[in-house]
């Protein structure tokens, strides 16, 4: 009978293994370095593309976003240094299925309210999307 792996089989596949780990670990380690929330960091919500408001992220708050028959279309809430939309009167109700946002450049988007909310900061990372 013949054997399915052999000594050197199992060592290769060992050391891919931790191999493969290793550049993982690496990786996390570098994409999440500088991606913490600054402390200056803020939302900037627009509407139909006017500014409606910026809000920084380091304070809990709860938003009401109103529309121009000063309707409340939109709920934000920063907590935490994340903000997250949790209400909307949209029927799809897409921009509340998104994540939470904290990095610089994310966004919110809720199309038939035309709202926007973007994380702006003003200190820059020293790495950008393109150079990691």
Known sequence: MRKRFGRNDIILIS???IISVALLLIWK???LKGQD???DACVKVTIDGRGYGTYPLSKDDTIEIKNGDGDVTNTLVIK???ADMTSADCPDHLCVKQKA???EGE???CLPNKVVVTVKSDTKSDIDSISK
């Open 101 to 103: 946002i904290s990095k």
């Open 80 to 82: 935490g240094g994340v």
């Open 107 to 109: 966004s919110i988007i």
């Open 15 to 17: 050391v891919i293994v």
């Open 37 to 39: 929330t600054d402390s």
């Open 29 to 31: 380690l570098v994409y």
